[in-house]
């Protein structure tokens, strides 16, 4: 860390006879990673680190980066450049020092190649205990990231926090075709509990001979967490204060007002325990703190950084996310949606008769200031009473995502990890299906 | 990078690994993007990475570094892995002749690097203004992203190629209020010129989605259509190029018996190929990621299979030849079997000459989104049109196409005679890798029924 902190100063003290004011961000992730298949496994290691700096010249921002190789001066000169066309600087870098702390305690002594190994062939014994042909993907990476932050104001700033990202993938020949599903999640020092992981990734693999069926007109719909997530794409876009200074969120003068179905609350907890995206301070050096969203589907406020905040007049709610030697914006970090008190799981049974969708293929047509969506479902599952029937191929569910959130049939009584969010089963009523 | 290559090319040929391998790439990126008042622009962001990879008694370690001074440390962590590594083994990679040589951009023009940020801002500003002003009330948005890379692989058995590559994109997108949507991606590897004076085609296709505007849509069912180049080339990319990756045939031996060579996927006219040699676009590659030379793979020959897409590790396993498509998705990772500029290849029929087989049906144009769920495929169509008797005849609100990529192969009836190819600067990722640059296309295509929704 002493070593990271002097290449900062040096940075900063290269900017000091060309800005008004200077900040420098740097990252360290050391990590390792399993890529896991039937026929081979390969272990990998490996370090990367990087800097970014933004600066204000001329009352204007500029911003560059640099991973690998540092060059102070080569990159104080890049960003001069960007700072001829970049935004005009309505604020000034914060001063005040964040509370330097470690988010998570994590330790990853226990994860080895081995363990890792051992791990993904258990699951894929499981997994072809239910199905014999499924053949199992797999990488996890497992690191430790170690951020700092330093500006020419004062303020400075580190933590460091361990992660884990597994991404899994089963393919299975069929006589339906060829089924396949993807799960990807983030946790902060272990590998997910592989009964949880089980139960999203084989949902959307069903070989019991179902009829294929068509599912047109208005549905009931009960999205998985994994879909749910994607849904939540024009949410995360419309809560965004940058949407709303540039005029055009959706959410504009909602704050107070029921926006969406009173069983919603929503969430963004950047100092949740476990939360692969916690972190006590923003990419701002701005600290963090848990804010409800939504509150029973009543709107409570906008993410700010200090950009978004200065043109709305507002203060910034610690939420500046980039990557590295970008510009800032306001971004939710670990997204929760509270569970339901009682009732199902999958809320098949509250909700009757409708479709399930497991994975959405892609969601081409979405307007996120508007909140519009399109979204390519692939294959879908219809149900009644609860219990699945059969499945529709080529399902395509339209509206506007603020619109079918007030529609809440029912919400799942457990979440499930979906990237970095927490969500359960949710089920929409009135969804256009074609 | 030269004299990071000789270090390279020093510590690969001093390894004792069975066969080691060192990736060194330089990246500089740059996104411009305008959108209404608002511009931005990111970077230029410089990454220089290295990935060891080691193969000791057939069993890979892989180890990224970050400075060239790592390099020694690198190998030894790969094979440290290697070592430990309880894989199953893996039969020795079959190697290409070993090859040294260097390739860079033959740019006629100005080089991308060589324009500077101010006249790529302005004129991603001026196409925004202008765009806009077609589009009247609707929105515009300009983006221009820049990768100038420069790649160099190096092996234990004598390869040391190095490549030099200039990939530009400029992404241009109009939305009407009522939220229908004109997008389109111009990706190029090589010089500035083609993204400038394109003031009349930005004119033309803002007022292409007014003329669009309408509340008519087609009810779903099963219909005649003809499908432009771009969606013929995202047909060919996703709904069946995906599939003959051959390490995802490997761990899927039912599927690729179902595509072994000789299998019919198509209809006689169906030809498609995999041109790693297509240099004037970013999926093109002179050498692979593990310096095995590009080349122009027949993937389908009159609709039947004649070749899977292969690594040096596939074809070992699989006792076939690489075939240039090894390619990484980030530092750190092991290459894969991945599409380069895959196409269909042209017929003989003109366009006019189609529309009058077609009858009556839908002609369609451009890509919106769309993904593969391995056989079965969703693309969504920015364009459509009905055709009547032959003639166009008015649009209709945008469509979903699915179907089978077998069974959607197997109905194509004709095939136009005007290849064009489409490129996505980061338009390909699959099952958890990162998105990598590829090329895409075909001919317009007349295909005698498709589920449309």
Redesign the interface.
């Given at each position: 860390m002493r070593e990271t902190l002097m290449t900062g100063s040096e940075i900063l003290v290269a900017c000091e006879k060309v800005s008004t004011e200077a900040e420098v961000t740097g990252v360290n992730r050391r990590?390792k990673?399993l890529?896991f298949?039937?026929?081979?496994?390969?272990?990998?290691?490996?370090?990367?680190?990087?800097w970014g700096l933004r600066m204000i010249r001329n009352g204007k921002i500029g911003?560059?980066?640099?991973?690998?190789?540092i060059d102070p001066f080569r990159l104080v000169d890049?960003v001069i450049?960007?700072c001829?066309?970049?935004?005009a600087a309505l604020f000034s870098f914060p001063e005040e020092s964040p509370e330097s702390d470690s988010v998570s305690t994590g330790d990853l002594t226990a994860m080895t190649?081995?363990t890792v190994?051992i791990y993904l062939n258990n699951l894929q014994a499981r997994i072809r205990e239910i199905h014999p042909?499924a053949?199992l993907?797999a990488?996890v990476q497992w690191s430790e990231d170690s951020f700092v932050i330093m500006n020419s104001c004062g303020l400075q700033g580190s933590y460091s926090r361990t992660s884990v990202s597994t991404?899994l993938?089963v393919?299975l020949?069929s006589d339906a075709?060829?089924?396949?599903s993807?799960y990807?999640l983030n946790t902060t020092d272990s590998l997910p509990v592989m009964d949880d992981v089980l139960d999203i990734l084989l949902l959307p693999i069903h070989t019991e001979g179902f009829d294929s069926l068509s599912a047109?007109g208005r549905k009931k719909v009960v999205f998985s967490p994994m879909a749910f997530s994607l849904l939540l794409q024009a949410v995360r876009a419309g809560v965004s204060g940058k949407l709303l200074a540039?005029g055009a969120s959706p959410l504009a003068g909602s704050e107070g007002k029921q926006v969406l179905g009173n069983l919603l609350t929503i969430r963004d907890l950047p100092r949740l325990n476990d939360g692969a995206s916690s972190a006590p301070f923003d990419s701002e050096g701005i600290p963090t703190r848990d804010k409800i969203l939504f509150d029973d589907g009543v709107f409570a406020s906008f993410l700010h950084d200090l950009g978004s905040a200065a043109e709305c007049g507002a203060e910034s709610t610690g939420s500046s996310g980039r990557n590295?030697?970008?510009?800032s914006k306001p971004v939710c970090t670990n997204l929760t949606v509270d569970p339901s008190a009682d009732g199902s799981v999958n809320t098949l049974e509250e909700t009757g008769s409708g479709i399930l969708v497991t994975?959405i293929?892609?969601?081409?047509?979405g307007?996120a200031a508007?909140g519009?969506f399109?979204l390519?479902?692939?294959?879908v599952y219809l149900f009644r009473r609860g219990e699945i029937l059969g499945y529709c191929?080529?399902?395509?569910l339209s509206g506007n995502v603020y619109d079918a959130l007030s529609r809440v049939t029912a919400i799942g009584s457990r979440q499930y990890r979906s990237g970095t969010d927490l969500l359960p089963f949710i089920s929409l009523d009135g969804i256009s299906v074609? | 990078m030269q004299k990071y290559r000789d270090l390279a090319e020093k510590a690969a040929a001093g390894s004792e690994a069975d066969f080691a391998e060192l990736r060194l790439v330089h990246t500089s990126r740059t996104t411009v993007s305008h959108a209404g008042l608002t511009h931005l622009n990111n970077g230029p962001i410089e990454q220089f990475t290295g990935t060891a990879r080691v193969l000791i008694a057939g069993r890979w370690g892989i180890c990224e570094f970050s400075s060239p001074g790592q390099i020694h440390t690198a190998l030894d962590r790969a094979a440290a892995l290697a070592i430990h590594s309880g894989s199953h083994p893996a039969p020795f990679p079959v190697l290409p002749p070993a090859c040294r040589d260097t390739y860079s951009d033959d740019v006629n023009g100005v080089p991308l690097a060589d324009v500077s940020l101010r006249e790529k801002s302005f004129l991603c500003k001026h196409y925004c203004e202008l765009l806009g002003v077609s589009v009247s009330t609707g929105s515009a948005r300009v983006t221009y992203d820049e990768i100038i890379r420069d790649r160099v692989v190096v092996n234990s058995s004598g390869t040391s190629v190095r490549e030099i590559e200039n990939l530009g994109s400029m992404k241009t997108q109009a939305v009407l209020p009522g939220g229908l949507v004109a997008s389109e991606e111009l990706a190029l590897r090589g010089s500035f010129d083609r993204f400038t004076g394109r003031e009349k085609h930005i004119a033309e296709m803002g007022s292409n989605l007014l003329a669009r505007e309408t509340t008519t849509c087609i009810a779903p069912g099963r219909i005649r259509v003809i499908l432009d180049p771009e969606l013929t080339g995202i047909l060919v990319h996703e709904a069946f190029g995906h599939l003959v990756e051959a390490d995802f045939l490997e761990n899927n031996p039912a599927v690729a018996h179902l595509l072994r060579a000789g299998s019919r996927v198509g209809s006689e006219c169906v030809n498609i190929v995999d041109d790693s040699l297509q240099m004037s676009q970013p999926g093109s590659m002179k050498w692979d990621d593990e310096g095995t030379p590009g080349e122009k793979t027949q993937l389908v020959s009159s609709g039947r299979i004649v070749s899977w897409l292969h690594t040096m590790g596939t074809a070992a396993r699989k006792d076939a030849r690489p075939t240039g498509n090894a390619r990484i998705s980030g530092p750190g990772r092991a290459p894969e079997s991945r599409m380069t500029s895959t196409y269909m290849e042209p017929g003989k029929t003109p366009l006019e000459k189609l529309k009058l087989h077609l009858d009556d049906g839908l002609y369609l144009k451009g890509f919106m989104g769309g993904a593969t769920d391995m056989d079965r495929f969703s693309i969504a169509v920015q364009e459509v049109w009905t055709v009547r008797n032959g003639i166009i005849h008015k649009p209709v609100t945008p469509v979903v196409i699915s179907g089978r990529v077998t069974d959607v192969l197997g109905l194509i009836t004709d095939t136009g005679d005007d290849l064009r190819l489409s490129s996505s600067l980061s338009g390909c990722s699959r099952r958890g890798s990162g998105a990598i640059a590829v090329t895409y296309g075909g001919p317009h295509i007349l295909i005698s029924e498709m589920q449309v929704s």
């Open positions: 990590y990673s890529e298949t039937p026929v081979n496994s390969i272990p990998g290691s490996g370090e990367r680190t990087g911003v560059s980066g640099e991973w690998g190789m890049k450049g960007s001829r066309y970049g935004p190649h081995d190994c042909s053949a993907s990488r991404g993938w393919t020949p075709g060829l089924l396949q993807g990807s047109v540039e590295l030697g970008e510009h994975s293929l892609s969601a081409g047509g307007n508007s519009s399109t390519d479902c692939g294959r191929d080529g399902c395509v074609r | -």
